[in-house]
């Protein structure tokens, strides 16, 4: 009797603790102490009503003030913070240049994770650059070679194709070699300083892909 009643106890916890595997993916369903169940949170960043690729979104435990993680929008304009303890998250958006929030939108804002579900959040963004656009092309060529502008004059260099180029000084060192990997990712500089400045791709300065800048 005692053997039975054991043999039953011991089919009980075999069944409970398969439920708790299929139920929440813990690797060992005896575990006495399993790992919380997890979400998913997706945010989107638009800016104008299209996807703004390039935006730096950073995650917060609710109320923190350092965040969790980082990551940077991709052409989609979004990114996905995976593996959250069910919860409330806050996310917070990282103004590009030439980027301000549109009107009644809020930088920070707090999110509701669901284990086994992704939860979203979106934030709207207004493009207000008023500067020189200049396009880093597939084709090896920047659209603008030779840009003359005036002091304070701010330029902003997209990728308007796939391949990733760069925007490199060329023996100066008035900006940082900004990589612009991905469809539609941005690099902006002001320029405050009359001279001249050279700058090429680097993946494609052999077949001629440069630049200049003039401010007068
Ligand atoms: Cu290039």
């Known amino acids: 009797m005692a053997a039975f009643l ?28 399993p790992e919380p169940m997890t979400g998913s949170l997706t945010v989107n960043v638009n800016a104008d009503g299209s996807a703004a690729s390039g935006v730096t979104v950073n995650l917060f435990p609710s109320g923190g003030t350092t965040a969790t993680t980082s990551l940077v929008t991709g052409n989609d304009g979004a990114v996905t913070f995976a593996n959250l303890d ?3 998250w806050d996310v917070e958006v990282e103004l590009p240049d030439g980027f301000e929030l549109d009107t009644g939108e809020q930088a920070r804002k707090s999110a ?20 020189e656009l200049i396009m880093a092309q597939d084709n090896l060529t920047f659209s603008e070679t030779s840009l003359t502008i005036s002091a304070g004059t701010a330029v902003r260099w997209v990728n308007s194709g796939v391949m990733l180029h760069t925007v490199t000084p060329d023996g100066h060192s008035e ?29 494609h300065q052999g077949q001629g892909m440069t630049g200049t800048i003039i401010v007068q």
């Open 112 to 131: 509701s994770v669901v284990a086994g579900q992704t939860a979203t959040a979106t934030f709207a963004l207004v493009d207000t650059f008023d500067g």
């Open 6 to 33: 054991r043999s039953n106890l011991f089919l009980a916890l075999a069944v409970a603790g398969a439920f708790a595997f299929a139920a929440c993916g813990d690797d060992d369903p005896m575990d006495p102490d």
């Open 175 to 203: 900006w940082t070699s900004a990589s612009l990997a991905n469809s539609g990712d941005r690099f902006t500089h002001t320029f405050n300083t009359p001279g001249t400045y050279a700058y090429f791709c680097q993946p």
């Open 86 to 88: 069910a919860g409330t």
